[in-house]
């Protein structure tokens, strides 16, 4: 069965530092994988996607995340962390049992120090 | 309003209560989705309708029925809820199921 992992529940960074978040997948076949991020009270907002090609993939607010098969990871990505940026982030992949459907990991949390 | 809205967006009830939770959806989507979202734990897919046709249903306990009307409105009627069903309910839609799908703001839901 698909599942995915996110080895830190919480990371805290001081702002303009970089970011790194890990996820690691299991699947059989050529994973779909996602990046989600949650603020407080707010449902979840795709972050970006990678479906197949480039193993590079770009998203909205300055992030990115690297597809590595021989890792089985998806870690997510910014060069510089901004306050806003304080969230729950999501990895995701995206599986196909009947209808396609999304199997989540557990979420990490991000802190932002000043 | 624009995306997918959910309402309430608190609710609490006693176990011998029965609410409903909305959700509507302004993408155009025909497929749409409940997840369950508890502290600690994944997200969990609850169903999946499209077409207004269910599709999936995750082993959800029966005092958790979905309707789905139509492709914009989706409803989760609950009755005799247990105090570990208190959660954030997830609203969202995708066109066609896709794993590109859209998430409400969520029903945030204490039992009593």
């Known amino acids: 069965a698909q599942s995915v992992t996110q080895p830190d529940i919480h990371i805290t960074v001081s702002e303009g530092a970089s970011l790194e978040l890990r996820c690691n997948y299991s699947y059989g076949a050529t994973p779909y994988l996602f990046w989600y991020v949650q603020s407080p009270g707010q449902g979840l907002q795709l972050l970006l996607k990678y479906f197949s090609g480039d193993t590079l993939v770009q998203g909205i607010k300055g992030f990115e995340a690297e597809f590595k098969r021989s890792q089985s990871s998806f870690n997510l990505r910014k060069p510089s962390v901004h306050w806003s940026d304080a969230a729950e982030y999501f990895c995701?992949?995206?599986?196909?049992?009947?209808?396609?459907?999304?199997?989540f990991g557990q979420g990490t949390r991000l802190t932002i120090n000043p | 309003e624009t995306g997918v809205t959910q309402t309430p967006r608190h609710l609490v009830m006693g176990m011998t209560n029965k609410k409903s939770l909305k959700c509507e959806q302004h993408?155009?989507?025909?497929?749409m989705y409940w997840y369950k979202q508890s502290a600690k734990k994944p997200l969990e897919l609850m169903f999946v309708y499209n077409f207004k046709e269910q599709t999936e249903n995750n082993s959800v306990p029966s005092r958790f029925s979905p309707e789905c009307p139509n492709s914009s409105h989706l409803f989760l009627h609950l009755h005799t809820l247990q105090p570990e069903d208190s959660a954030l309910y997830l609203c969202a839609s995708s066109q066609d199921t896709s794993y590109e799908q859209y998430f409400g703001p969520g029903t945030r839901l204490t039992v009593t």
């Open positions: 993408l155009g989507h025909n497929a």
């Open positions: 995701a992949v995206g599986a196909v049992t009947g209808a396609q459907k999304l199997v």
